[in-house]
């Protein structure tokens, strides 16, 4: 895919969402932590089911601390993994205050340190909270880069460097959340909704299940191609 057809591509993606974001549910910077630690392997809507009634009760990380790793178990116990889970949110929620004084850092050597975060978990809370170009590679993101020829790579990490080295400089803030979304509505895994897609016609997959929507594609086209 050369850069005239990548800016087109976000520039579609930005018309359709002008402002996309995270469909985890959270009113703080700790809460989408922690909501994004409880997403591993579950869907958006299963956590927020479990995190309506959690951060209702507790929501910030001493609160945590005093309902208990039983009690924060039990909480949780419909998302799947939950044991380690809640251990992993309790140890996170004891360091963050022994070590950040109750706060979520906004560096991702220190966000990395906490329990039961990762690079992905890091990228996800630095460019939603904070604000930053990082790209958080989950499955989705992995495959809507390989298969349209984005950003080939074998590797999560190098999807993500790659990612972020060709995606045009005014959109890197918000592809993250461009590229999660049409990867979990229309370019899904089994059988892509080449019909429904808004840059069907600037993908470079060869096997698309349905023919491109010219109307579509007019609606969100933004030159003359």
């Known amino acids: 895919m050369n850069p005239r057809t ?13 402002e996309p974001t ?5 009113e703080s910077p700790f809460e989408l932590l922690v909501a994004v630690v409880l997403s591993a392997q579950a869907t958006d809507v299963g956590v927020n089911k479990a995190t309506r009634p959690l951060f209702a009760r507790a929501n910030t990380p001493q609160a945590i601390l005093d309902m208990g790793l039983d009690d924060l178990t039990d909480s949780i116990r419909t998302i799947g993994l939950y044991k380690n889970k809640a251990k992993n949110v309790y140890a996170l929620s004891r ?16 966000l990395e340190a906490l329990p039961g975060v990762g690079r992905k978990t890091a990228n996800v809370v630095l460019n939603t909270v ?19 020829g984005l950003a080939r790579g074998k590797t999560v990490r190098a999807v993500e460097d790659r990612l972020l080295k060709v995606i045009p400089r005014e959109y890197r803030l918000d592809a993250h959340h461009w590229l999660i979304l ?12 080449c019909g429904a897609c808004l840059v069907c016609d600037l993908c470079d ?9 010219p ?11």
């Open 182 to 193: 049409h990867g979990r509505y229309v370019c899904e895994a089994r059988k892509p909704d």
């Open 22 to 26: 995270t469909e985890l549910a959270y």
């Open 130 to 148: 904070f604000h930053q170009p990082t790209m958080a590679v989950d499955t989705h993101i992995f495959r809507v880069a390989n298969r349209t």
């Open 95 to 110: 360091q963050l205050i022994e070590q950040h004084g109750g706060e979520v850092p906004a560096d991702r050597e220190a």
């Open 6 to 18: 990548r800016r087109e591509m976000f520039a579609r993606f930005a018309r359709q969402r002008p």
């Open 205 to 213: 997959f060869r096997d698309k299940t349905e023919e491109c929507s």
């Open 215 to 225: 109307e579509l594609i007019a609606r969100y086209a933004t030159d003359n191609r």
